[in-house]
């Protein structure tokens, strides 16, 4: 079974600048969240979709949204990039409820010059 | 508010020790803990969870974790360490919060285990 898919791995860009990436989770899974990881902070979660619909977001600004199509597949964008913007972004699948594990990809690296 | 402790940055073990990833959390209502590995350049992975049962909980590659609500901790722990095992652990908690599951993860242990 192949495991989730993140693209692109890698991407540069400058402030200001939007940026949009995407995630394919494990074939079956329905659960889609999305989290950034920074050497100062740590993980962070951004948000939870659930069959199209987002079930929780964490306290990120509206600069980052997300959404979740009819096939699971699921986007994030951010907005009017800034420098602190630059982070691992990594996206997760789950196959049962709320408390069950997560299935990681591998990440987008985003560098914001 | 849910945290999660991991108090040592990095832990240093040699080949063929046991070894101890500490992680302590503070939530209100019942935890769901789990232990994740990150190797570099890569996601995480799940390794083991607890969610009701039994205290010490086996996972993955020889990993296990013992539940200790008293203490508040859920340490991760192998009895022999593998150079292989070198990677940056994560511990993280699940706790209904109004309906929501939010996962909280600790800042993540440098394991390196040495030849």
């Known amino acids: 079974k192949a495991g989730v898919t993140q693209t692109p791995r890698y991407l540069i860009k400058t402030r200001g600048q939007q940026v949009t990436l995407s995630c394919s989770p494990i074939?079956?899974?329905?659960?889609v969240s999305w989290y950034q990881q920074t050497p100062g902070q740590g993980l962070q979660f951004l948000f939870e979709?659930?069959?199209?619909?987002?079930?929780n977001k964490g306290n990120f600004p509206g600069r980052f949204s997300g959404r979740q199509f009819s096939n699971s597949r699921s986007e994030m964008n951010v907005s009017t990039l800034e420098l602190g913007d630059s982070a691992l972004y990594l996206c997760a699948s789950s196959p049962r409820g709320p408390v069950g594990e997560l299935f990681f990809g591998e990440g987008s690296r985003l560098t914001v010059l | 508010a849910q945290s999660v402790a991991q108090p040592e940055d990095q832990v240093n073990v040699a080949e063929g020790n046991p070894l101890t990833v500490k992680c302590t959390y503070s939530v209100s209502g019942n935890p769901y803990l789990f232990w994740y590995v990150q190797y570099p350049n890569r996601g995480l992975q799940f390794l083991l969870k607890?969610?009701?049962?039994?205290?010490l909980v086996k996972g993955s590659y020889g990993f296990e974790a013992e539940f200790n609500k008293s203490q508040t901790s859920f340490h991760l722990k192998k009895p022999s360490a593998l150079v292989s095992d070198s990677a940056l652990y994560f511990c993280a908690v699940r706790v209904n919060s109004g309906g929501s599951y939010i996962p909280t993860f600790g800042r993540g242990t440098s394991l390196i285990v040495h030849p």
């Open positions: 607890y969610i009701t049962g039994d205290n």
């Open positions: 979709y659930f069959s199209e619909t987002q079930r």
């Open positions: 074939s079956g899974h329905r659960s």
